[in-house]
T-cell receptor
Framework: ETGVTQTPRHLVMGMTNKKSLKCEQH?????MYWYKQSAKKPLELMFVYSLEERVENNSVPSRFSPECPNSSHLFLHLHTLQPEDSALYLCASSRTSGGANVLTFGAGSRLTVL | GEDVEQSLFLSVREGDSSVINCTYT??????LYWYKQEPGAGLQLLTYIFSNMDMKQDQRLTVLLNKKDKHLSLRIADTQTGDSAIYFCAESMGSNYQLIWGAGTKLIIKP
C-alpha cells in the first residue's frame, strides 16, 4: 500500500467516450499532481494542486480536465481523447513545507485510447 | 531549458555493483532525487541529496554528486534480482512544484 490509490488501474476507451481517473491520498499531504508517463520519456507534469487550488498547468490540451474537490481527492476527466494520449497516468502527492519535495506516487492508471 | 539525461539501459551481474549515472543542466538545482519504478507500480523514492553535499550513503545505496560537472550517480552494492527496475533521476529548484525528470535507466540483472 503506497498511501496513494488510483482507480481504475486499466482503462480502454474510444475517442468519443468520456471517462474519469480517480486518485485518493490519506497521508495528510497538501499538494497533489497528475503526471503522464510514456515509455522511454521523462515524466510529464500535467497539473498540480496545492490546498485544492491549481498552481501548475503545463500546456495540457483541454480534453484533459482536472478536479480537486478536497485535499484528499483528485480527478482527471477525459473526453474526446486521441490515440497518442495512450499512456500511464500517475497521481502523486507531497507535503510542501520547504526542503526536499518528496513525492508519493500511486500505481498509475494505464489508459488505452482506440 | 532544463534537461536531465540518463542512459536507457544498464546490465550487471548479480552480486556486482551497479552504477547509474545522470547529468543535469540547471546549476540552481537545490535537491536531486533517485526514484525506483518496479513493473506495474508507481515510482518510489529511494533517496535524495541536497546540492551542497557531495555524497550520501544509505545501506547498499551510495549517491555521489559532482556539482561542478553537474553529474549525479547512484551506486547499488551487491546487486540482487529484486533491484531489477527502472531508476529515475530528478532535480528540483527550491519550493517549485516542478521536478525535472530523466527518462529512466532500466537495470537488468544477469544471473
Amino acid at each position: 500500500e503506497t498511501g496513494v490509490t488510483q482507480t481504475p488501474r486499466h482503462l480502454v476507451m474510444g475517442m468519443t467516450n468520456k471517462k474519469s481517473l480517480k486518485c485518493e491520498q490519506h497521508l495528510g499531504h497538501n499538494a497533489m499532481y497528475w503526471y503522464k508517463q510514456s515509455a522511454k520519456k521523462p515524466l510529464e507534469l500535467m497539473f498540480v494542486y496545492s490546498l485544492e487550488e491549481r498552481v501548475e498547468n503545463n500546456s495540457v490540451p483541454s480534453r484533459f480536465s482536472p478536479e480537486c474537490p478536497n485535499s484528499s481527492h483528485l480527478f482527471l476527466h477525459l473526453h474526446t481523447l486521441q490515440p497518442e494520449d495512450s499512456a500511464l497516468y500517475l497521481c502523486a502527492s507531497s507535503r510542501t513545507s520547504g526542503g526536499a519535495n518528496v513525492l508519493t506516487f500511486g500505481a498509475g492508471s494505464r489508459l488505452t485510447v482506440l | 531549458g532544463e534537461d536531465v539525461e540518463q542512459s536507457l539501459f544498464l546490465s550487471v551481474r548479480e552480486g556486482d555493483s551497479s552504477v547509474i549515472n545522470c547529468t543535469y543542466t540547471d546549476s540552481s538545482s537545490t535537491y536531486l532525487y533517485w526514484y525506483k519504478q518496479e513493473p506495474g507500480a508507481g515510482l518510489q523514492l529511494l533517496t535524495y541529496i541536497f546540492s551542497n553535499m557531495d555524497m550520501k550513503q544509505d545501506q547498499r545505496l551510495t549517491v555521489l554528486l559532482n556539482k561542478k560537472d553537474k553529474h549525479l550517480s547512484l551506486r547499488i552494492a551487491d546487486t540482487q534480482t529484486g533491484d531489477s527496475a527502472i531508476y529515475f533521476c530528478a532535480e528540483s529548484m527550491g519550493s517549485n512544484y516542478q521536478l525535472i525528470w530523466g527518462a529512466g535507466t532500466k537495470l537488468i540483472i544477469k544471473p
